[in-house]
């Protein structure tokens, strides 16, 4: 149990164009789902905090109207990447909350989503 | 908000050894300390985590201690393999506010297991 996917695994784009990646919790639900990004040879930073039928909460220095984000139901958050650049190409890994008592804390992760910009 | 501090960077041992990995962190709030493997493209693996009320936990070749007094928490994996080779993160999070189940990571540690 607890699987999260996303999709796609891995995608280029030109610079200038819009990237979508999904993430879903495949046998639970997620009221919260996490959107984290990496860089290599670096550690994963958090970048927003998504709950379902809420806005997402974004962390310092990401910037909302370039990473949009809709959790739209219980099971499924997605992250665009708008007029993505060459420094955005990253490796995306979003994670999500079960909603059942006794793991609270624990996050599930997708197996990420390799993103390059040409 | 949290920070979580993470040592060493690099850490190269013969396979059989045993290998350690210290991380701090900040908020005292802090109630949940995960540990991840991730392989190279890979997703991270939880492979072990503790809750503030105890104070060792073990899997195992893999034990976490935690010492809330000095905000640390360690990783202990004993008789090591090849295939322990990647890398490992520790994180943090709050059980509670606005920050409520945010994880900080640690910068990661690089484990390299000699054959």
Redesign the interface.
Known sequence: GAVVSQHPSWVICKSGTSVKIECRSLDFQATTMFWYRQFPKQSLMLMATSNEGSKATYEQGVEKDKFLINHASLTLSTLTVTSAHPEDSSFYICSARSSLAGVLNEQFFGPGTRLTVL | GENVEQHPSTLSVQEGDSAVIKCTYSDSAS??F?WYKQEL??????II?I?SNVGEKKDQRIAVTLNKTAKHFSLHITETQPEDSAVY?CAG?T?GG?SY????????TILTVHP
């Open positions: 109630n949940y995960p493209g890979k997703r991270p693996q939880l985590d809750r993160f999070s059980g606005t189940g945010k994880l900080t990571f640690g910068q990661g």
